[in-house]
């Protein structure tokens, strides 16, 4: 009986738990896009494939990504590369990965955006919202 109940508070442990909350050290690495993320954003047909890495002392490089997955629309740059900081953190209780840019297409700039993240430790994924927040999503998986 008693290892019946120890189970059942295990059990019940485990299911209260879900995920942990994301850590910096789970996203050290490059980052590209997911098998089922879209060729075309917008009115844009991606060309190169977009990608960013994110380094262990905080920083971060970013190529060839459309501006519309930043900041929701269009601009004068469609395709932004940058570098800048970046840290783990929450934002309407939801983790995220924020980008702190310092430099946009080779031109000093102060900007910053967020990454939502999904999934549970070994299985993360990155992803920006495709307009409307809960609608399709452009992901990134972690590159092995």
Avoid: H
């Amino acid at each position: 009986m008693k290892n019946a109940i120890n189970l059942i508070f295990l059990v019940a442990a485990l299911f209260l738990a879900g995920c942990n909350t994301p850590k910096q050290e789970e996203f050290f690495g490059k980052w590209i896009p997911e098998n089922n993320s879209p060729g075309i954003v917008g009115n844009m047909v991606i060309e190169k494939q977009p990608f960013f890495i994110l380094r262990n002392d905080g920083t971060f490089v970013m190529k060839d990504m459309p501006n519309m997955l930043l900041y929701g629309f269009s601009s004068q740059s469609d395709i932004v590369s940058g570098e800048g900081k970046w840290v783990v953190g929450k934002y309407s209780r939801a983790s995220v990965l924020f980008l702190e840019f310092e430099k946009v297409n080779n031109a000093n700039v102060t900007s910053a955006t967020q990454v939502q993240i999904s999934g549970c430790e070994k299985k993360r994924n990155l992803y920006f919202w495709l307009g409307e927040e809960g609608g399709p999503r452009f992901e990134f998986k972690k590159e092995e």
